[in-house]
């Protein structure tokens, strides 16, 4: 079973960034995609932003423009570079590793901005 472990989230203030990391035991190469979620207090998991093994992204609506992520297979590891960043965007934010309709999941790793 694949293990996913978070790292880089922390405290920011409105307009500052932050970049997540996410490192999986096993190779991601032939994985079917690669994305983060996120999610706030009182609300559901939602997609931030999503890459597909062939290269293409996909971004929340509320998110593009701002967030960009990349996938290094040699090194298997996916990220997620946050720019200009609202208090709207605090959350804990999870990887997600699609294994062709397999998810997992790691534990997750809070980032809060403040106004």
């Known amino acids: 079973q694949v293990q996913l472990v978070e790292s880089g989230g922390g405290l920011v203030q409105a307009g500052g960034s932050l970049r997540l990391s996410c490192a999986a035991s096993e190779s991601i190469f032939r994985a079917n995609a690669m994305g983060w979620y996120r999610q706030a207090p009182g609300r559901q998991r939602e997609l931030v932003a999503r890459?597909?093994?062939?290269?293409?992204?996909r971004y929340a609506d509320s998110v593009k423009g701002r967030f960009t992520i990349s996938r290094d297979n040699a090194k298997n590891t996916v990220s997620l570079q946050m720019n200009s960043l609202k208090p709207e965007d605090t959350a804990v934010y999870y990887c997600?590793?699609?294994?062709?309709?397999?998810?997992?999941w790691g534990k997750g790793t809070l980032v809060t901005v403040s106004s």
């Open positions: 890459i597909i093994s062939g290269g293409s992204t």
């Open positions: 997600n590793l699609d294994d062709f309709g397999i998810d997992y």
